[in-house]
């Protein structure tokens, strides 16, 4: 075994430390050679106090919206440059410019035009290549968005099918919950916002979305996934007492439909939980009679930094 004066940590102290789970350790030794632990005659691995100091400025950088990938590009040496402690300045990896937005333009037309072809693998490509060049934040702002409104503009005029947008926000859907369940650890909090969709709505694409922004932005978010009854909603209001809970729809006729069962909820709750109501189906629309109710209602194509800030605001009215 080699020899060292350092302090050594086995896999589960040193992820313990850091918050990076053994598995997505092992994952990044393997894809990036980012990590080269000291090996054991017996083949266990053991990490040094270097290690760890890496692996806590890379945790920095990825909650200041960076990617694994950006990182490890840089280098061990130019990453323990950077200052990612809280409340100092970063020193920052380049912004997407002018040729970076023709470039997720042309990326958004190819994966439109390849999920209208049902061709996998050239959307699993362009999303590589994406990830490979934006950060996180990027991506999902200006490329994923922007292609979920295209498909469900193109099917509701009917030059899209159903199995096209499902092909696309299914690749989507699964690419976030890597990302949530690799690269964030839910802020500890004790009334989290509550993340779900209305019953009937399939898609958590949007639900994804969100809580990967509240969690960068340092609000608890708690996804409950797709097609929620509402009454298992009022059950997890109760077991999870949130200050806020997030309803995405895409369709306008499922709100109508549910709309009552919904009023009937927030009405129960009211001054102990926030209910905002957004997603396609409130885009450029008025819905006096839920907001007459105390619900409040997101535009579809309202900001995702917007919203951040008013569900902090929103955290302390209830």
Known sequence: MHQTSEKLYKIKSIASLSGFSPTLLRAWERRYNFLEPIRTETGHRLYTQHDLNLLLRVKGLLRQGHTIGELVALGKERLMTLDAGPGTVVVQLPAPGVGAANSLERLTHEVVQASLRLDENTIVQRLDQAWSTFSTEVVIQELLIPCARQIGDLWARGKASVAAEHLMVALFSRRLHRILELELRPTQGLHPALVTCLPDELHEFGCLVLCYFLNRRGLTGV???????????ELAIRQLEPRCVLLSVGREALLQVHQAGLVQVAR??????????????????????????????????????????????LQWRA
């Open 223 to 233: 996804n409950l996934g797709a097609s929620l009854p509402l009454e298992d909603l």
């Open 268 to 313: 129960r709750w009211r001054g102990k939980t926030n209910f905002l109501v957004g997603g396609r189906a409130t885009a450029g629309r008025s819905f006096h009679e839920l907001e007459a109710e105390g619900l409040h209602i997101w535009p579809g194509d309202g900001s995702l930094d917007a919203l951040s800030q008013h569900l902090h605001e």
